[in-house]
């Protein structure tokens, strides 16, 4: 369906690639640059400045030593859409910016976010060789373009697909595996460079892994909102009400309505157990390629308790921050530019620095 890009393979070099056990060992407190590069029209569609150089080196002065780069390819830049060939002035300037990054030690998961939702919203039977024919010339275009950086730089298949029985997930599988054959069949550190898939709504058990020519090189990736009414939503729903509390002991008395009604400590560890026992434990390190909780106070959404709801956003954020390295998990924040500011490289939320920060400890 689409031309072949891997069209200048390159023998494989192991030089400096560590397994992917190791390489997870070396970084801690992971921050995410979102709406940026995944955002419709490029870097800035979404309002996020320039991503500079600067910016980088200041992110890794709060204390975070890896970056995920949220990061479309397909809906708007394809320099032609029925070869489905990538825009070069794009890919260099993922590229430039992933140098930042590997110039600076810092550690960079490259994905294909979610772009439209061309892969993730269709795990379905009828999709699969098209999505795959995709995702296969576009893997092969990015693996070959970075495919010179040592293993600071990783790559991931997808982000958050939507799968809901065993023969969707089975597809997602295949997309899993068209990614990794890409990215292997170019050559040189890539065929050593450590891959990260995602779980969906349902996780990948290890035993359905796909397979991967290079041993000891996979990582997992699920991301955690939980619970969605206090860290995302941002509305009452006929289903449920907004929590701006959180934690047994931060509950609110003067607004108990607002209190959470599942999703609290238990929980976490509960999934953080699974984690641990299902993929750390077996050799395969897990992302935490999401998460964060954020304050409301803007026009509406006011909590009547700010000081309490303020203090509970402090304690989710440190507390899943410390649980997740407890368990072996790697949490990468997710920001949009409310945490650092991107123009000034200045600080704008000084309290969720320091309760990431807290949990790394």
Known sequence: MY?????????????????????AAKFRLGWNIGNTFEAPGGETGWGSPVITEDYIKFVKQQGFNAIRLPCAWNLTHLADAKTAKIDPNWLNRVKEVVGYCVRNDIYVLLNI???????????TPLKKDSVNAKQRALWEQIATAMRDFDEHLMFASANEPNT???????????????????????GGKNSYRSLVIQGSSEWISLSAFPTDPASKRL?????NYTPFQFTLMDGDQSWGKMFYYWGAARHSAIEPDRNPNWGEEA????????????????GIPVLMGEYGAYRRG??????????????AVDYWLTYVTKE?????VKPFFWDTGGALDRKNNTVKDQRTIDALTAGGK
């Open 324 to 328: 997740a390295l407890a368990h072996g």
């Open 3 to 23: 031309p072949s890009y891997n069209i200048s393979p390159k023998a494989p070099d192991s030089t400096g690639m560590s397994t992917a056990v190791q390489l």
């Open 113 to 123: 976010h979610w772009d439209g939702g061309w892969l993730e919203q269709n795990c």
């Open 267 to 282: 929980e976490q560890l509960k999934w953080f157990k699974r984690m641990k026992e299902e993929f750390v434990d077996k």
């Open 219 to 223: 990582m997992y990736e699920e991301h």
């Open 164 to 186: 809901s029985n065993a023969e969707q997930m089975n597809v997602l599988l295949s997309y899993h595996q068209t990614f990794i054959n890409a990215v292997r069949s170019t």
């Open 298 to 311: 803007g026009s509406s959404n006011i909590p009547k308790d700010l000081a309490t709801h303020n203090d």
